[in-house]
C-alpha cells in the first residue's frame, strides 16, 4: 500500500525515521471510530526515511499489503476468537455451577476480561514489533507536491 504524505519532523529519538503527514483512506473517512465528529482527516505515521527526506518534503509511503491484512488480522480477529472462544469456554463452566442466568454473566465477564487481556498482550506485541521494524511504513521516495487531492489517491497505482 503506497501513499502520498508530507514530512512535518525527523525523528532524533529514532535515527533514521520522520513522521508524515497524510489523509486518512476513505474508509476510514467514512467509519468514524477515531475521529467523532471532526472533519479533520489528517494522520501522522513514523516511517524509516530510506530517502532521506527532509522536512517538508512530499514523500511516497509504502507498507506491503501482507503487512497490512497481518496487522488488521492481528489487530480486530485475534481478540474476536479470545471473545467467542473465552464466553463458550465460560458458559461450560459456569452453566453447572450457577443458574442460568448467573452463568451467562460470568461468562460474559470472563469473555470481556479475556479480550481485555488479549489487548494488553497484543500491545506488548506491538512493542516488540516496533523494535525489530516488523509493520514499519518506509518512505520509499520522493515526489513533487500535489496539486489537488485528486493527486493524493489513497492508493498509487
Known amino acids: 500500500m503506497d501513499r502520498i504524505g508530507q514530512i512535518v519532523q525527523i525523528n532524533p529519538s529514532q535515527k533514521g525515521t520522520a513522521i508524515v503527514q497524510m489523509r486518512r483512506h476513505t474508509a476510514c473517512a467514512t467509519c468514524g471510530a ?3 465528529g471532526e ?5 501522522q505515521i513514523e516511517a524509516i526515511n530510506q530517502a532521506s527526506a527532509l522536512i517538508g518534503d512530499w514523500v511516497i509511503v509504502e507498507l506491503g499489503h501482507q503487512s497490512v491484512i497481518k496487522a488488521a488480522f492481528i489487530a480486530y480477529t485475534i ?3 479470545v471473545l467467542v472462544l ?7 463452566i459456569f452453566t453447572p455451577l450457577f443458574n442460568k442466568d448467573l452463568a451467562e454473566l460470568l ?3 470472563l469473555g470481556v476480561l479475556l479480550t481485555g ?3 494488553i498482550v497484543i500491545r506488548q506485541f506491538d512493542q516488540r514489533f516496533q523494535r525489530e521494524g516488523k509493520f514499519q511504513s518506509i518512505i520509499t521516495s520522493k515526489v513533487d507536491e500535489p496539486t489537488s487531492n485528486d493527486e493524493m489517491k489513497e492508493d498509487l497505482q
Open 34 to 36: 477515531c475521529q467523532i
Open 39 to 43: 472533519e479533520n482527516l489528517d494522520l
Open 79 to 81: 481478540p474476536l476468537i
Open 86 to 92: 473465552s464466553i463458550l469456554a465460560g458458559l461450560w
Open 107 to 109: 461468562a460474559f465477564g
Open 117 to 119: 487481556i488479549s489487548y
